[in-house]
T-cell receptor
Framework: AQSVTQLDSQVPVFEEAPVELRCNYS??????LFWYVQYPNQGLQLLLK??????LVKGINGFEAEFNKSQTSFHLRKPSVHISDTAEYFC???????????FGAGTTVTVRA | EAGVAQSPRYKIIEKRQSVAFWCNPISGHATLYWYQQILGQGPKLLIQFQNNGVVDDSQLPKDRFSAERLKGVDSTLKIQPAKLEDSAVYLC??????????????FGPGTRLTVT
């Protein structure tokens, strides 16, 4: 099973400021990478995914992430956050051809006016 | 397209009681997953079904947890008897891996279980 580390458990940020959420994984094989968002009392929603190709992936709501194979990282960024981005964000990894996801512990983003 | 449905949304029981959760996946999705999400942690896979067969239940505590998907559609997850450490959100997800460009799992809203 994959091991996923989200380096920040909580990230407070002011509205319209940029945010970066860090994710590292441990794997010696090729992987697929995902970021999910969880709003209060809701299920997880996919923000973006990396399967192959360009290492810079764009997702919904203005988020993007960059896959760095040498550093085994998949950091999530947004140049300008809104109050509505307040949520918990999960990084997840699966081996290719293995559909099972391993999740990080999550990063809570709190956006303040 | 309707999403993944789960019920109940909340459940409070006493330890040693039994409880059951229900999940209805997105229509046509062959693969169904149950996850346990303990407060402050990421979801952990409990069991994966492909149609009505179990693909992976290695993380399911089989002495107290059971799950079934008899007709390859709806699924139920049962805990009997419950322990305090079973307090968590139980998430159901489904996917259609026939569409190999997707690899996306669609999650339901979850059932929040509190064991007292």
């Amino acid at each position: 099973a994959q091991s996923v580390t989200q380096l920040d458990s909580q990230v407070p940020v002011f509205e319209e400021a940029p945010v970066e959420l860090r994710c590292n994984y441990s794997s010696s094989v090729s992987v697929y990478l995902f970021w999910y968002v969880q709003y209060p009392n809701q299920g997880l929603q996919l923000l973006l995914k990396y399967l192959s190709g360009s290492t810079l992936v764009k997702g919904i709501n203005g988020f993007e992430a960059e896959f760095n194979k040498s550093q085994t990282s998949f950091h999530l960024r947004k140049p300008s956050v809104h109050i509505s981005d307040t949520a918990e964000y999960f990084c997840a990894v699966s081996d290719k051809d293995d559909y099972k996801l391993s999740f990080g512990a999550g990063t809570t983003v709190t956006v303040r006016a | 397209e309707a999403g993944v449905a789960q019920s109940p949304r909340y459940k409070i029981i006493e330890k040693r009681q039994s409880v059951a959760f229900w999940c209805n996946p997105i229509s046509g999705h062959a693969t169904l997953y149950w996850y346990q999400q303990i407060l402050g942690q990421g979801p952990k896979l409990l069991i994966q079904f492909q149609n009505n067969g179990v693909v992976d239940d290695s993380q399911l505590p089989k002495d107290r947890f059971s799950a079934e998907r008899l007709k390859g559609v709806d699924s139920t997850l049962k805990i009997q008897p419950a322990k305090l450490e079973d307090s968590a959100v139980y998430l159901c997800a489904s996917s259609s891996h026939q569409d190999r460009g997707s690899y996306e799992q669609y999650f339901g809203p979850g059932t929040r279980l509190t064991v007292t």
